[in-house]
């Protein structure tokens, strides 16, 4: 059957009761560098699983959904035009130079940067912001 559009659901395999919190993990950086090689991208509807009995829900919906956003950005910066190229020309050479290289770059610095612009806190920031959270927010239901 022909299927327009892909619904994907990430989440991390349970490994005790309730972790399913996605990670910024080699099986995620796996899956988002698919979307993005096969340029599926466009037409998948990626759904994120945040489920963790052990951490507030806001702490993991903020750490899930930041986990696929870098697993996405590291995706998104690969050569990707040169590594089709490359493997197009049976250049394989120069398809693992270029895979290795990806591996080096600064992602994390445009991270930093995409977080500034959307004026979200950055790595660090983040736990401040979920720990002002539970001392305003959820403190105040108990």
Same mark, same amino acid.
């Given at each position: 059957?022909f299927?327009?559009?892909l619904l994907?659901?990430?989440?991390?395999?349970?490994r005790?009761?309730s972790?399913?919190?996605?990670l910024f993990?080699?099986?995620t950086q796996?899956?988002?560098q698919?979307?993005?090689?096969?340029d599926a991208?466009p037409?998948t509807?990626i759904?994120?699983?945040?489920?963790d009995? +052990?951490?507030?829900?806001i702490? !993991?919906?903020?750490?899930?959904t930041r986990? #696929?956003?870098?697993? &996405? /950005?590291? %995706?998104?910066?690969?050569p +990707?035009a040169?590594?089709?190229? !490359?493997e197009?020309?049976g250049d394989?050479? #120069?398809?693992?130079l &270029? /895979?290795? %290289?990806?591996?080096?770059?600064?992602?994390s610095?445009?991270?930093d940067?995409?977080?500034?612009?959307?004026?979200?806190?950055?790595? &660090?920031?983040l736990?401040?912001?979920?720990?002002?959270?539970?001392?305003?927010?959820?403190?105040?239901?108990?």
């Open positions: 059957m299927v327009p559009e994907l659901h990430v989440s991390r395999g349970v005790w009761d972790d399913h919190v996605v993990d080699d099986p796996a899956i988002m698919e979307l993005v090689r096969c991208l037409r509807h759904g994120l699983d945040f489920f009995a +052990s951490i507030n829900r702490a !993991a919906w903020a750490i899930g986990a #696929a956003q870098k697993c &996405l /950005l590291l %995706a998104l910066l690969e +990707s040169k590594l089709r190229e !490359a197009l020309s394989y050479t #120069a398809r693992l &270029l /895979l290795e %290289a990806a591996k080096a770059l600064p992602w610095v445009i991270w940067e995409f977080c500034r612009r959307n004026d979200v806190p950055g790595e &660090l920031a736990l401040e912001s979920i720990r002002q959270y539970e001392r305003t927010v959820l403190a105040a239901r108990s």
